[in-house]
């Protein structure tokens, strides 16, 4: 499976809309992106996934550039609540196998 | 009406001991994981079963090992367990779907190796 690149770290404040980006240069045409979110002390829970273009869901959307050589995962006026790490996969059309990067813990502020 | 379930939340034991960590989904998924993830925070795939068919293994030693008495559990058994198995290993489960892949996570087991 091709590497995510992720930042370590974001800051945020309640209210901002956050964007976090995540370059995978070498996907491969199979190769979905998916974005999961962990809260301390607990298993890391899905958020959305997308092949190419945009897509949204009621708690994200999911930015895809023609190249998909990078995806940007948008949190719309985030809240303390999100305070979490979120982690950008790549997982092939036809398996389930999963790679997890570092991820990028955000803080969200009050 | 837990979706997937671990037990123990919390286990703490000596070197050499053996120790079993039970997993359940209630899902009716048909393919189940077991991940580590260590102090660095780093989530490892270790396993996957699906129809009680090992499909993914990864550089695992052999001390650890999978068993799925049927499609809702699948329990990881260590053996002759070291300081660098201290981790907290997560459970989880979907079904298998090309082009979606939402694994669904259990609440984690905390591993303390003394």
């Known amino acids: 499976l091709a590497k995510t690149t992720q930042p370590i770290s974001m800051d945020s404040y309640e209210g901002q809309e956050v964007n976090i980006t995540c370059s995978h240069n070498n996907i491969a045409t199979n190769d979905y992106i998916t974005w999961y979110q962990q809260f301390p002390s607990q298993g890391p829970r899905f958020i959305i996934q997308g092949y190419k273009t945009k897509v949204t869901n009621e708690v994200a959307s999911l930015f895809i550039p023609a190249d998909r050589k990078s995806s940007t995962l948008s949190l719309p006026r985030v809240s303390l609540s999100d305070t979490a790490v979120y982690y950008c996969?790549?997982?092939?059309?036809?398996?389930?196998?999963?790679?997890f990067g570092a991820g990028t813990r955000l803080t969200v502020k009050p | 009406d837990t979706a997937v379930s671990q037990t123990p939340k919390y286990l703490v034991t000596q070197m050499g001991n053996d120790k079993s960590i039970k997993c359940e989904q209630n899902?009716?998924?048909?393919?189940m994981y077991w991940y580590k993830q260590d102090s660095k925070k780093f989530l490892k795939i270790m396993f996957s079963y699906n129809n009680k068919e090992l499909i993914i293994n990864e550089t695992v030693p052999n001390r650890f090992s999978p068993k799925s008495p049927d499609k809702a559990h699948l329990n990881l058994h260590i053996n002759s367990l070291e300081l660098g198995d201290s981790a907290v290993y997560f459970c989880?489960?979907?079904?298998?779907?090309?082009?979606?892949?939402?694994?669904?996570f259990g609440p984690g087991t905390r591993l303390t190796v003394l």
């Open positions: 996969l790549l997982n092939s059309y036809n398996n389930n196998d999963m790679r």
């Open positions: 899902l009716g998924h048909d393919t």
């Open positions: 989880a489960s979907n079904r298998r779907e090309r082009g979606h892949n939402e694994q669904f």
